[in-house]
């Protein structure tokens, strides 16, 4: 298994994306819904990674500039069939790696309310991610949750 940045080019990255959009649109309602289509993470402040085994995409993340100091985690997915095997943790683990090294000292996040992401919630309180206001163009909203954390050398995470 490795993680690479991907070019969102190929038909197994675009097929991966869409079922993850439609899954979204079935969990949560059009207007709270804020998983990024093909195009949009396609944009130069955005960096995606796919982790894959062999042909085989196994989750993915992105990292959405904000601001020189502030970046935003994106799309994080594991392949259903591939939830709790540490998929989550390894990408989630890279993403604020490369976060810190790209000079960030903040990480945010937006997802779901619904008891269908309770498990992505607890995953992000277990590397220090904590509950926060609506951040960039966000605005409050029933279905969203938004977390943050900061960003400093030698502190990935702490579980407890």
Not at 18 to 39: G, W
């Amino acid at each position: 298994m490795n993680i690479i940045v991907d070019d969102l080019s190929g038909p197994a990255i675009a097929a991966f994306l869409a079922e993850h959009l439609q899954q979204m649109r079935a969990i949560t309602p059009l207007e709270s819904k804020h998983a990024l289509d093909l195009d949009s993470l396609r944009h130069p402040d955005i960096t995606f990674w796919a982790m894959k085994d062999g042909h085989d995409i196994l989750g993915c993340a992105a990292l959405k500039r904000l601001d020189p100091t502030h970046a935003e985690l994106k799309s994080m997915r594991t392949a259903p069939d591939r939830q709790r095997s540490g998929i989550a943790t390894r990408l989630l683990t890279h993403a604020i790696t490369e976060a810190t090294r790209q000079g960030y000292t903040r990480l945010s996040l937006e997802t779901g309310s619904a008891d269908f992401f309770h498990p992505a919630r607890s995953l992000y309180q277990k590397f220090g991610f904590t509950f926060c206001q609506p951040f960039a163009d966000y605005k409050p909203d029933p279905h969203s949750v938004f977390m943050t954390r900061p960003l400093t050398d030698g502190a990935l995470f702490s579980i407890s």
